[in-house]
């Protein structure tokens, strides 16, 4: 990418030449204000100005983003094979391993096993956690956990199942909240931005949501009671000034619309937001979706490029299996977990000793769990 730095009055000016002169292959990255003399080198002559600092993609740039077009029409059709088997057999073909007989587990292991499949972990996945927990016990010839079950478990886990434990210590610097209507994108990012504010970063708020003005309002006052900047985008235009504006925010939160991920010109109009700055895009899930409807909205959402998971209305499930699969299937990170209306309570950082016990103990047991955010 190629960098220049133009010098004017506004980021409004600024917008405005860049589109002029470098058409739709530049991006503004950064602006500043600095001082110029107009006249000698004394300070009451110097005029404030507004430096901009903009990047003009080159071939490289758009050879790289075909090689992400392309990694993600792979990472699609491997997808369509999932939902396509799932529906047709129940199972994910390519995910067979080899099978043990049932005396070859230890009692407790078989155990353990039930717990998995019985949460809806498919077989498949649960068998996989569990041969990676286990070891051959070569004087009773059986397979048994390596350490105590808890520990054995949490190790395959962490194995098998991305997590991005250090989201809100260095999180991007735009997060943007995508997902289906009604899944809690408002309420989450409501609770990621009070956990960024208690861990000492500046945090800045937009909404792209101009359709419902409740979500609007909401999220206005709890920026208030924050004290943190807020802005509504009606325009790629404004969402790229209001980006510039709050540049010194450690991590900017975007709010979107919820959108039905079978109104593909609805998500297009969205993706015009998103070409305007470099945004890591979260989708949002509601754990109590069916697996299906999950890896639908996945591929749906997937033109995004999706840096990773948010689970919500965990409270609203007894069987945490199906996002587990689908972690498990697409190997996105997840970064939190959401279970409730409460703010800001109702918020856990991803972290596989939270996981575990979720997957392992009966859902009243985990919860609240806000002392491991």
């Known amino acids: 990418m190629k960098i220049e730095k133009i010098e004017v009055n506004s980021l409004q000016e600024a917008i405005e030449i860049v589109e002029r002169r470098f058409g739709e292959n530049a991006v503004i990255l950064s602006s500043r204000v600095i001082r110029k003399n107009r006249f000698g080198f004394l300070p009451i002559f110097r005029k ?6 903009v990047g003009i993609r080159e071939e490289e740039d758009f050879r790289k983003e075909f090689e992400r077009e392309r990694e993600l029409i792979k990472e699609i059709e491997n997808l369509k094979k999932i939902v396509n088997e799932l529906i047709n057999n129940g199972e994910v073909k390519g995910e067979k391993i080899v099978e043990k007989g049932s005396d070859t587990y230890a009692p407790r292991v078989k155990r353990y096993l039930e717990k998995l499949v019985i949460k809806n972990i498919s077989k498949n996945i649960a068998e996989k956690i569990i041969q990676d927990a286990c070891g051959y016990d070569i004087d009773n ?3 048994d956990f390596k350490d105590e079950p808890y520990t054995s478990l949490r190790e395959s886990i962490e194995k098998n199942i991305k997590l991005n434990e250090e989201f809100i210590q260095n999180p991007p610097k735009v997060v943007a909240l995508v997902g289906p209507t009604g899944v809690g994108k408002t309420t989450t990012l409501a609770k990621l931005a009070h956990l960024f504010k208690k861990n000492k970063k500046k945090v800045g708020i937009i909404s792209l949501d101009c359709f419902r003005v409740g979500a609007f309002e909401q999220l206005k006052a709890f920026a208030e009671v924050l004290e943190v900047p807020f802005k509504l ?9 209001q980006l510039l504006e709050m540049d010194d925010r450690d991590v900017i939160l975007v709010d979107t619309a919820g959108r039905s991920h079978y109104d593909v010109i609805r998500l297009k109009e ?3 937001y998103f070409k305007v700055s470099d945004i890591s895009v979260y989708l949002t899930l509601a754990a109590n979706l069916s697996e299906l409807v999950m890896y639908e909205a996945i591929m749906q959402f997937g033109m995004f490029s999706i840096s990773g998971l948010i689970f919500t209305k ?6 945490p299996g199906s996002m587990v699969n689908v972690a498990y299937r697409t190997q996105y990170p997840v970064v939190c977990f959401t279970m409730g209306q409460s703010i800001p309570e ?3 950082v991803a972290n596989y000793d939270y996981l575990v016990r ?4 009966d859902e009243d047991e985990v919860r609240p769990a806000t002392q491991l955010a």
Not at 48 to 53: A, F, H, N, R, S
Not at 314 to 319: K, N, S
Not at 358 to 361: A, F, G, K, P, T
């Open 358 to 361: 979720l997957i392992l103990e």
């Open 346 to 348: 109702d918020i856990v």
């Open 270 to 272: 969205l993706e015009t």
């Open 233 to 241: 985008a009606d325009s790629p235009r404004a969402f790229n000034i």
């Open 314 to 319: 965990l409270d609203e499930t007894p069987y």
């Open 48 to 53: 404030k100005i507004l430096e901009v600092t």
């Open 141 to 143: 010839k059986i397979y």
